[in-house]
Antibody, heavy 119, light 107 residues
Framework: EVQLVQSGAEVKKPGEPLKISCKAS????????IGWVRQMPGEGLEWMGI????????RYNPSFQGQVTISADRSITTAYLQWTSLKASDTAMYFC????????????WGQGTLVTVSS | DIQMTQSPSSLSASVGDSVTITCRAS??????LAWYQQKPGKAPKSLIY???SLQSGVPSRFSGSGSGTEFTLTISSLQPEDFATYYC?????????FGGGTKVEIK
């Protein structure tokens, strides 16, 4: 069974760093893309970026390029989304999701990680 | 980036009604379009991929059609569990983009 299990909710202060995770199981982690999607409170879905763990090929939405870093560790089948310096505007729910192949939708999703940034 | 425009942004319907949601792409995306359902506080769920193919386990009252720039999601005979927000997404080009969402509410 394919499962994506995300790390727990975080409460941080502006300027702090953060790394959230997405643990994958039940499929070949290296050969499928994993993406990240942001949902700000009361808003729609925003595609942030995606990584192919097999060779670490990463594609970013220009809106998020330079603001976050997407990475993956094949040895523990886990993908990451990280910030070096959080802003209040980063407050949102973040979802990871699997993309099965180059031309595929997100067929499996993590449960989401709520990130709250407040002074 | 390819812009995805959904309409309407919200609609009210009754159990048993048929509803149609439209998604327009700012440029041609062939059939590289997906539809998702999201309920409050939950992760999105994939319903349809390749514009018209149903994901495994999705009820047959959901159907998708279209290609190029115009797509539709139809829910025939709306059920209580179908009241949710629906999003389209293109996966023709990076960055992938979502539509703004359509909230289906109970009349």
């Amino acid at each position: 069974e394919v499962q994506l299990v995300q790390s727990g909710a975080e409460v941080k202060k502006p300027g702090e760093p953060l790394k959230i995770s997405c643990k994958a199981s039940g499929y070949n982690f290296a050969n499928n893309w994993i993406g990240w999607v942001r949902q700000m409170p009361g808003e729609g879905l925003e595609w942030m970026g995606i990584i192919y763990p097999g060779d670490s090929d990463t594609r970013y939405n220009p809106s998020f390029q330079g603001q976050v870093t997407i990475s993956a560790d094949r040895s523990i089948t886990t993908a990451y989304l990280q910030w070096t310096s959080l802003k209040a505007s980063d407050t949102a729910m973040y979802f990871c999701a699997r993309q099965f192949g180059d031309y595929s939708d997100f067929d499996y999703w993590g449960q989401g990680t709520l990130v709250t940034v407040s002074s | 980036d390819i812009q995805m425009t959904q309409s309407p942004s919200s609609l009210s319907a009754s159990v048993g009604d048929s509803v149609t949601i439209t998604c327009r792409a700012s440029q041609g995306i062939s059939s590289w379009l997906a539809w998702y359902q999201q309920k409050p506080g939950k992760a999105p769920k994939s319903l349809i991929y390749a514009a018209s193919s149903l994901q495994s386990g999705v009820p047959s009252r959901f159907s998708g059609s279209g290609s190029g720039t115009e797509f539709t999601l139809t829910i025939s005979s709306l059920q209580p569990e179908d009241f949710a927000t629906y999003y389209c997404q293109q996966y023709d080009t990076y960055p992938r983009t979502f539509g703004g969402g359509t909230k289906v509410e109970i009349k």
